[in-house]
């Protein structure tokens, strides 16, 4: 294949790689721990292909009761959650809420408000994704970038190569529908071309005001929300 590449990992790079999920382990822990729900890594961290500046992401997969336990869980835990933003991407999309732990967005917690949707859930796996008692081992999934490459983990590093021509072959490997795969390929391949367009929902949670009371007063104003979130309230 002409966009076929291997990648030779360099000590530099297992290292950051190491210390990258040590700290993403410490954050899923304090989860899993206070909230016993399934939590993952996912994204680069899965796939093992970080680099110095590469993101921690990790997602509760189900909705936390109350959703207030996330914060007594990364608080207690030593964490300083600097901003929380509530999300709904389309109307059609569960809303999600995200934790961010530092200024720059660098190490991110997320949750679903609703019970995700069979194609949402596969979001996770196209991109890679690790359960949290994972993320101090070896084990590395395959999963596809931001630049629609194809992450395969080998003990030296990775293979390479473009997922677009082959969305039958990466479904398979990476057990998502062919659906899936050909959606996010033309909502990469378009925020590549036009960058990222805005969202339906995005409101950040002002300090002092639970996530509870965002998620009441964003359903009095949003019909689209509300149907969405109508048990949490």
């Not at 608080?75 to 109307?91: C, D, K, L, S, Y």
């Not at 990466?170 to 062919?178: M, N």
Request: glycine share 8%; hydrophobic share 40%.
């Amino acid at each position: 294949m002409e966009d076929y590449r291997e990648v030779y990992y360099t000590r530099e790079r297992w290292a950051i790689l190491r210390a990258k999920r040590s700290e993403a382990a410490r954050i899923a822990r304090a989860l899993a721990l206070t909230l016993r729900l399934p939590v993952i890594a996912h994204g680069s961290l899965a796939r093992g292909d970080v680099r110095r500046d590469s993101d921690i992401d990790i997602a509760i997969l189900e909705t936390p009761r109350p959703l207030g336990l996330v914060d007594l869980a990364l608080e207690r835990a030593g964490f300083e959650i600097v901003r929380r933003i509530i999300v709904q991407a389309t109307p059609g999309y569960t809303p999600k809420v995200y934790y961010y732990l530092d200024w720059e967005g660098k190490r991110v917690v997320s949750y679903p408000l609703a019970p995700l949707k069979p194609r949402e859930r596969e979001f996770y796996r196209w991109g890679g994704e690790v359960e949290a008692g994972a993320l101090e081992s070896d084990v590395r999934v395959p999963g596809v970038n931001k630049e629609l490459k194809l992450i395969i983990p080998k003990p030296w590093g990775h293979v390479e190569y473009s997922v677009v021509g082959r969305e039958g072959v990466v479904a398979r490997l990476l057990g998502i529908s062919v659906e899936t795969v050909e959606e996010r390929v033309r909502v990469l391949g378009r925020r590549r071309e036009v960058g990222r367009t805005g969202v339906f929902i995005e409101y950040e949670v002002p300090p002092g005001v639970t996530v509870e009371e965002a998620v009441r007063l964003l359903a009095r104003e949003r019909r689209a929300f509300r149907r969405l979130v109508n048990d949490i309230r």
